[in-house]
């Protein structure tokens, strides 16, 4: 017959109550615990909290606010190795990312017909989508250039050129509305775009340009920080 019989000869010296698990034959396979890392828009650590508050106990819960990083970032179980996290993300809106507004990448009249061409869902007003199409491929404008030359008697010389855009038509009011959301999982609103007309390499360079848009960023992640340090008055807040 099979001894069944384990012969096991161990110490605890500290005092405190252990757990001794003895896997024999085909017993289960244990395994570890698995940490739960979730990621969402900016609101998912407080949907958490809410839906699953009686697994966050207060002093083992923190919630850090990274202004920078635009994120909030929800840790349970703090000092548990499989400790809980859940961050939140303010992502700026792709199609609004996509654009370059405010910054050095210009456009063709061709490019940026083509970037807007299918864009009407995100315009306020559609109708004013069909015009701006029209008026970008009725396009003209007259490259003027123009050379200067400076002497200061002393045996220096300067020349220098200029060029500017003339003579433009179909530019009347070269600009547009957006209605969308600035990152994602926020409530849409009105962003009015400029086009800027320039002169680059002896061609026509088109900018898109929002005078408020980091403005408007910036009082957007202020309000929602504002808003979400609501849900977690009851732990500790960290801001970065």
């Not at 890392?37 to 697994?55: D, F, N």
């Not at 000092?79 to 996290?85: A, N, S």
């Not at 200067?148 to 009011?173: I, M, P, W, Y």
Request: glycine share 4%; net charge negative; aromatic share 8%.
């Amino acid at each position: 017959m099979e001894d069944n019989h384990i012969k096991l000869h161990h110490n605890f010296s500290d005092g405190n109550p252990h757990v001794l698990t003895i896997l024999h034959g085909e017993a289960a396979t244990i395994h570890d615990p698995e940490q739960v890392v979730l990621s969402g828009v900016i609101t998912a650590p407080s949907e958490y909290l809410t839906k699953r508050r009686e697994l966050c106990p207060p002093a083992e819960t923190h919630v850090v606010f990274n202004r920078d990083g635009r994120k909030i970032t929800l840790t349970v179980n703090e000092k548990d190795h499989f400790r809980t996290v859940v961050t939140g993300s303010l992502k700026k809106n792709k199609f609004l990312q996509s654009l370059h507004i405010n910054s050095t990448t210009s456009y063709t009249i061709s490019d940026l017909l083509k970037t807007l061409r299918f864009a009407k869902r995100f315009f306020a007003n559609p109708t004013k989508h069909t015009e701006l199409i029209v008026k970008l491929r009725n396009f003209t404008a007259k490259i003027t250039q123009t050379t200067n030359n400076a002497d200061d008697r002393a045996g220096n010389k300067l020349q220098t050129f200029e060029s500017k855009v003339t003579d433009f038509a179909s530019t009347t009011e070269l600009g547009f509305i957006l209605k969308l959301p600035l990152f994602d999982g926020t409530d849409e609103m009105n962003i009015a775009i400029n086009i800027e007309i320039d002169v680059i390499n002896g061609a026509v360079a088109l900018f898109l340009v929002c005078d408020d848009l980091d403005e408007l960023e910036d009082s957007l992640l202020d309000s929602l920080f504002q808003a979400e340090k609501k849900h977690f008055e009851d732990f500790v807040i960290i801001d970065q």
